[in-house]
């Protein structure tokens, strides 16, 4: 989405769920017809691109967020000029992160609108939900706010992945609470779907790996907060770790019942818990010891200006076409899908096809997106990023991880044995776990 109208049609979106709390769909302009080039999207001097995300909803912050920094990029891209002659235009609609409504989207987006591909969904249950509507209708899906194992394996030509796997952020997260922190017991409380079973899975294999397994599990039913039964299951068993695969409503309150109830563990989340809003949701000032892995780095933080120096990009074009929003993980995440989508449009030239994009997307090597980790593809490989990342709450923001043993003093403080708490983490750069592999 890049036209004034398209713009209006955003904050026209937000305006809904503010005033109303409801929105049928985010629209940029309307399907350019494909008979120009014979191509579903494509005529002289447009592409159109679809996307399914939650935009109402328990998870609506993550879909906005996410369709917020993709946009900033794409509205830039057009206001000079476009690609190889061509203005992006994204079609965005509300699935409110239900499978079933995504599935209809989808179908929408493929038949009726007659996208080119499809983009920047949010979303484990909702995105698997449609790769066989990709694999029949060979539709590039590129760049999902998700880390689902079913996107990755086995290899689809058609689905670009950008972000790590929950299976490597999973993997990474207990390597270090293993090593670093010295825990053993750990328990899993996660939501009951798809996402939920993916981290799970994850967190079991990489318990199995250092000669451990989930003291206990616990779960809740996505779209509700009914956690109190799975995490009093959890804290029956004593763990001293819990891993959380979960949105960030009932997470939120998963961690203040089980502090209210004597819980001085640590708490630990995956990315798509969104940091930003469980650090809202728990409150100013907050000390609740929870560690949020990161697929990017965080922007606005002194300890991440090495690493983001390049992406000041990011927080200029967001100041620029959404003046209202903060810079936050969400969006530079949103951010960076744009840009492998532009770069791929760039390669793949006047002349485009999906397949021509396709191979052009294979072609991407070392392609800085202005973050320490470079985007990288190939015929076999279609996950551009590895690199996993560790933020801790501290006081109500989040700061880079920068010294693991910190963390292992104040836990041992806060359970009351030996160790004495430090300052909160300092600006000397942030401590990204190293790759967890290709496919985990």
């Not at 159109?48 to 906005?64: D, E, I």
């Not at 927080?315 to 620029?320: I, K, P, S, V």
Request: charge should be negative; include cysteine.
């Amino acid at each position: 989405m890049v036209t004034s109208r398209a713009r209006i049609s955003v904050y026209s979106v937000v305006a809904a769920v503010l005033l109303a709390g409801f929105l049928a769909a985010c629209s940029g302009e309307p399907a350019p017809e494909a008979e120009e080039t014979g191509l579903p999207g494509v005529t002289d001097d447009s592409v159109l691109v679809g996307s399914s995300l939650p935009l109402t909803g328990h998870a609506s912050y993550l879909g906005k967020q996410t369709l917020f920094g993709a946009l900033a990029y794409v509205n830039a891209i057009n206001d000079a000029g476009g690609v190889a002659g061509r203005r992006i235009t994204v079609l965005a609609l509300d699935d409110g992160y239900d499978p079933p409504r995504c599935v209809a989207n989808t179908q929408q987006l493929i038949v009726e609108d007659r996208v080119f591909c499809l983009f920047s969904y949010v979303g484990t249950p909702t995105t698997v939900k449609i790769i066989p509507l990709l694999e029949e209708a060979k539709v590039p899906l590129v760049g999902s706010f998700t880390g689902a194992d079913a996107l990755r394996s086995p290899f689809r030509r058609s689905i670009i992945n950008i972000r790590p796997s929950y299976y490597q952020e999973t993997a990474a997260a207990v390597d270090h609470m293993a090593r670093d922190l010295g825990i053993d017991r750990v328990a899993v409380f996660y939501q009951y779907d798809a996402y939920g079973f993916d981290g799970l899975k994850g967190t079991e294999m990489a318990l199995r790996s250092h000669g451990l397994a989930p003291v206990a599990r616990g779960s809740y039913i996505r779209g509700t907060m009914d956690v109190e039964e799975g995490m009093g299951r959890i804290l029956e068993a004593g763990p001293k770790a819990i891993v959380m695969i979960g949105t960030y409503g009932p997470c939120a309150k998963a961690i203040r019942l089980a502090r209210a109830r004597g819980y001085k563990g640590l708490f630990y989340a995956v990315s798509f818990v969104g940091a930003d809003e469980i650090a809202r949701l728990l409150g100013p000032g907050d000390d609740t010891p929870l560690l949020v892995s990161q697929v990017v780095p965080l922007p606005g933080r002194p300890e991440s200006g090495p690493v983001l120096a390049g992406v000041t990009e990011y927080a200029e074009l967001l100041g620029r076409y959404f003046p209202g929003e903060r810079p936050n993980l969400v969006g530079l995440e949103g951010f960076i899908n744009a840009k492998v989508l532009v770069e791929g449009l760039r390669r793949a030239g006047r002349n485009l096809t999906r397949e021509r994009f396709l191979d052009a997307v294979e072609t991407i090597a070392d392609f800085d997106v202005g973050i320490a980790s470079p985007v990288s593809f190939d015929k076999t490989r279609h996950q551009g990023l590895e690199r996993v990342y560790f933020t801790r709450l501290d006081h109500g923001e989040f700061h880079m991880v920068t010294d693991w043993g910190r963390i292992r003093d104040d836990l041992a403080a806060r359970a009351g044995v030996d160790g004495t708490p430090r300052e909160t983490d300092g600006p000397d750069g942030p401590d990204p776990a190293p790759p967890a592999g290709p496919g985990r």
